[in-house]
Structure formats: C-alpha cells, structure tokens
C-alpha cells in the first residue's frame, strides 16, 4: 500500500482478492472505450484501488500518468478508468481535473494554474471516470471526511512498459 497526506491506495487488488475486482479488468464497456482510445492494442499497467482521506490542504499536486505530456488527443497512449465506488463529490476527494489540459503538452509541475481553473468530477457510484494519462489531475480535498473510494485500472497501449510486471508476479491462473 501507498500513504500519502490525501490519500491512501491499496496496491494489485487483484492479487488479494481475485473474486472481487478480476472482472473489472476486463469489462467490456470499459476495454470497448480503452481501445477507441488507444487505438492500438493496449495492457494493464496497474490496478490499484484509492480512497480519499480526509483533508483540508488547499493546494494540489497536479501531475499527468502518461510517460509524456501530449498536445494531440490521437496520441494519446495511456488512459486511467476511475471505477466509483463511492460516490464522486466536490467534497469528498473526488479527482480534480484541468478542463483541456490534456492538449497542452506541457507538465503541470512546470505550469502556475490558477485555482479556479481547477474543476472537480462529479459521478454516481458505480459510474467510471476516464482520464486521458496527459491530462492534468490530483486527487481533491476530502472537506467533508466521507467515504470515497474508487478503483484504478490504469491501460497503455502493448508497446509501454506496465508500472507492475504482471506476468513474473502473479500466479498462473490470476494471469491468464
């Protein structure tokens, strides 16, 4: 697991508990979206699952997922789905985004943006938010202390070099 000021994530869930979370790989509504996406054949990187802490800090690390900052929406090579298992609110950690972002190719950490530039999403549980690996996103400010978890099956396209080496870490029959 990883622990951070804002936020707690569970790493590979799928290694713990294979019953629970191996369909949500694979779904098909959402491998359909991925690959109009990537346009191109495309791997899991990571499966992690994210709950937002309660938190009251103002300021946001903004980052990007993908290797490298993209300005054309067609190469795009890696896209985060964001499984809500909780509701997503501007008050409970949802995931902030800057609108049009993931045109810029540029890094946020080299960008001063404004606040107000800064939008939370806003979905239902169990919706799914897709997030382009160029856009620029954090995980928001948990004011209201309620539960938000969600699941983050992170694809790239066959060619990237995943974030976990799936198939020298996990057993034979979660990897096929």
């Not at 009251?56 to 896209?79: A, G, V, W």
Request: charged letters at 25%; proline letters at 3%; hydrophobic letters at 35%.
């Amino acid at each position: 697991h990883f622990e951070g000021e804002r936020q707690f994530q569970l790493l590979n869930i799928h290694y713990q508990n294979p019953e629970y979370f191996l369909h949500l790989i694979s779904n098909k509504k959402i491998t359909k979206l991925v690959k109009k996406v990537l346009n191109d054949k495309f791997i899991l990187s990571n499966f992690n699952a994210s709950r937002a802490k309660k938190s009251l800090n103002k300021n946001y690390r903004l980052h990007i997922d993908s290797r490298k900052p993209m300005s054309e929406f067609k190469n795009t090579f890696q896209i985060v789905a964001n499984i809500c298992i909780d509701d997503f609110t501007s008050k409970n950690g949802s995931t902030v985004v800057v609108p049009k972002s993931h045109l810029s190719g540029n890094d946020p950490r080299n960008e001063n943006i404004q606040k107000d530039k800064i939008l939370a999403t806003e979905a239902s549980k169990g919706s799914v938010v897709f997030t382009l690996g160029q856009t620029w996103h954090d995980i928001g400010n948990n004011i209201s202390g309620d539960r938000r978890w969600s699941i983050i099956a992170y694809y790239s396209c066959w060619w990237c070099k995943p974030t976990y080496d799936f198939v020298n870490t996990c057993n034979n029959e979660i990897f096929s």
